[in-house]
């Protein structure tokens, strides 16, 4: 719960989902969301239970609900926000969703949509465990949203366009380029993989991400197919499964290594076709700057959407009093190991003049 800056007094209240609320949920802006609250609130027992017994799993979204304060037996939803780790550690995390209510912004009496959004981001970020950093997506055309980001601290790290592709009726391709070998992704292959998107990854972004190979597999779900170089043993390109759009069809991930640019164009295109069938549609996003790879896509029949602003905001959590005095006592010990010792009854030695 977070305090109006204006007022001593809660502009709203702000708590993790729970049962009670989805029949509240009834605002237009919620609504889309509600397979992914339900289905949130079901996972949510089993963790539990694997926590009781601690036993080691991934971790869920965060779900925070923001509700008017005093609105009655039906309580007014003013906003809510999904939140969801993109690593097993906890070490980064996203802002999957940001919602607020339509129909709040007609009360008189409920808080300003700013304010409550504000509310919900920051109660988020602290109560994210473990997290050092946090990413979050906006249109480039949404500059309300762009301006929340900004004055949470969040910073543009690129700005990417939106594809859709219609998967259509595949026409001559031409063969792999030798010795190029095409590989479905698996636990064996998939360290070809994280040092292909380490290759195409900004370093500030490979920082904030923290993604190791099992965060890539996780996050697939194994779905994905690599164009792996045998001499070399590497991957040279790959495509795998991120998310189903809500739209429809699914969002993929195509990395291309910076060398192996001249790719772009039917060997690409072998990639995609193997993520969803005839029919289906692909989501994609591709860097502003890429030229190459905006032509190719437009040549591809794909659709542009707008383009996405890509931010993020790294954390720097003050330690407790305690582990730092325990930290800097461990420090001066092995310092006080290394210094000579005193001997009060040996006499220096002393400086040896030398004359010039």
Do not use: Y
């Not at 209510?101 to 994210?128: D, K, N, V, Y």
């Not at 289906?280 to 860097?287: F, G, T, V």
Request: charged fraction near 20%; hydrophobic fraction near 40%.
């Amino acid at each position: 719960m977070r305090l109006d800056p204006r007022s001593s007094e809660p502009a709203c209240i702000v708590e993790r989902l729970q049962g009670w609320h989805l029949p509240h949920l009834d605002d237009p802006a919620f609504l889309p969301l509600h397979p992914l609250l339900q289905r949130n609130l079901l996972l949510s027992v089993p963790r539990g239970l694997a926590s009781a017994l601690g036993r080691r799993q991934s971790m869920g979204s965060l779900v925070l609900v923001a509700r008017a304060k005093g609105s009655g037996s039906k309580p007014t939803i003013l906003g809510l926000i999904v939140a969801r780790p993109l690593n097993r550690r906890g070490s980064c995390w996203e802002v999957q969703h940001l919602r607020l209510a339509l129909a709040a912004a007609e009360l008189p009496s409920s808080p300003a949509r700013g304010h409550t959004a504000s509310f919900l981001l920051r109660e988020a970020i602290q109560q994210a465990p473990g997290a050092v950093s946090w990413i979050a997506s906006a249109s480039s055309l949404d500059h309300t949203r762009l301006a929340l980001l900004r004055e949470n601290g969040f910073q543009p790290q690129r700005t990417e366009r939106l594809w859709r592709w219609s998967i259509g009726d595949a026409a001559d391709l031409a063969s792999l380029p030798a010795p190029l070998q095409l590989r479905p992704l698996h636990r064996r292959n998939a360290p070809l993989l994280w040092h292909l998107e380490q290759a195409t990854c900004p370093a500030p972004l490979r920082q904030v991400l923290d993604r190791r190979i099992d965060d890539l597999l996780e996050r697939s779900g194994g779905h994905g197919w690599l164009l792996i170089d045998p001499d070399r043993n590497e991957a040279v390109a790959g495509a795998r499964w991120i998310a189903d759009h809500p739209s429809g069809g699914h969002q993929v991930e195509l990395s291309v290594h910076p060398g192996w640019n001249h790719l772009l164009g039917s060997a690409t295109e072998v990639l995609l076709r193997r993520l969803a069938p005839k029919g289906d549609q692909l989501w994609l996003l591709s860097d502003t700057d890429d030229g190459a790879r905006q032509q190719w896509l437009a040549q591809l029949g794909a659709e542009e959407h707008g383009d996405v602003v890509l931010m993020a905001r790294s954390l720097w959590r003050r330690q407790d009093a305690p582990a730092v005095r325990g930290a800097a006592q461990r420090i001066s010990a092995v310092l006080e190991q290394l210094q000579p010792r005193l001997q009060p009854r040996r006499r220096s030695v002393p400086t040896p003049l030398v004359r010039p």
